[in-house]
Nanobody, 123 residues
């Protein structure tokens, strides 16, 4: 089982930036796709972005394309989410996971969720 610890969230004004990190422990995740998800208050958790095992291919939900960038460092067992031009609607708890990615509407997390990191964007 992989343990996931997200960090880097915080309170930022609209238009600002944050960089989230997710460190995996328990086993290496370098052979697997990784994804970021978010859950806003009163809403279901939703897919945000995913990255292939070697970082060559990335996927984004439409609402974050051009603003967010997912990346990974396999030597550190870590995945990142650079978030620019943040909007109030990006406010949520952000989670990462090892995923099976088939499409933006078919992304299956493989492990238990971590505690997530809160991102709050003020208008």
């Amino acid at each position: 089982q992989v343990q996931l610890v997200e960090s880097g969230g915080g309170l930022v004004q609209a238009g600002g930036s944050l960089r989230l990190s997710c460190v995996a422990s328990g086993r290496t995740v370098s052979s697997y796709a990784m994804g970021w998800f978010r859950q806003a208050p009163g809403k279901e958790r939703e897919f945000v972005a995913a990255i292939s095992w070697n970082g060559d291919t990335t996927y984004y939900t439409d609402s974050v394309k051009g603003r967010f960038t997912i990346s990974r460092d396999n030597a550190k067992n870590t995945v990142y989410l650079q978030m620019n031009s943040l909007k109030p609607e990006d406010t949520a708890v952000y989670y990462c996971n090892v995923v099976d990615y088939y499409s933006n509407y078919d992304v299956t997390p493989r492990h238990s969720w971590g505690q997530g990191t809160q991102v709050t964007v003020s208008s």
